[in-house]
């Protein structure tokens, strides 16, 4: 079974003011997001991977690039950073650059929290957020067929993306995403079997994740009845 490490990238001074960033260019990680990146990438170091994607914004980029230090390839060599655009972040349309408390008090905010499935953010660029889940999920199943049943691979991502791919494997409607949390820097391992996919952990840390991808390998494809006996 394939199984997937998804990260959020590290703070942005965007998160810390408040402001949704989007797929705006120059949004960066702060000082604090910097060390939580470095962080991760010791909890997660000498752990062996297939591959580490990740969306092409610069938060993202710059957060898989500090997971590169520290991980291992499968060849035993160093990891080069793959960039995947479909898991960049949502466009927010004409939304992006402003802040979350000013939008809070739009008429689409109320949508976007009870009924994200039917939102359209507005503008030219403004995408429907089951647009994004549909493009995220794909692009995590093509690389799950790339790489093959057995790989264990990181993709380093954004809070809705992560939080609309879980929801996809837990087999949740779109509408109920909100109820899942991805912190900066957060991991969540989910395991894609040939009958369905397996959420282990969601919103922990690297030391949680690399229990839980041992977890993976020892299981098969099916759930135990009863619950199992765990790592």
Known sequence: MATVLLVRHGRTEANEKGILAGTAPGIKLDSRGVEQAVALAEQLSGLEVSALISSPLERTMQTAQSLATTLVGTSGGPLEVSTESALAECEYGDWTGRSLSELAQEDLWR????????????????????????????????????????????????????????????????????????????????????????????????????RHVTVAHKNKDEAPVGGGAGG
């Open 111 to 210: 949508s976007v929290q009870d009924h994200p499935a039917s939102v359209v953010f507005p503008g030219a660029n403004g995408e429907a957020m089951s647009s994004m889940q549909y493009r995220a999920v794909k692009a995590i199943r093509r690389w799950n067929d790339i790489l093959g049943p057995d790989a264990v691979y990181i993709a380093v991502s954004h809070g809705d993306v992560i939080k609309a791919i879980l929801a996809d494997a837990l087999g949740m409607h779109l509408d109920l995403f909100q109820r899942i949390g991805a912190d900066p820097c957060s991991v969540s391992v989910v395991s894609y079997t040939a009958t369905r996919p397996f959420v282990l952990s969601s919103n922990g840390d690297g030391t949680q994740a690399r």
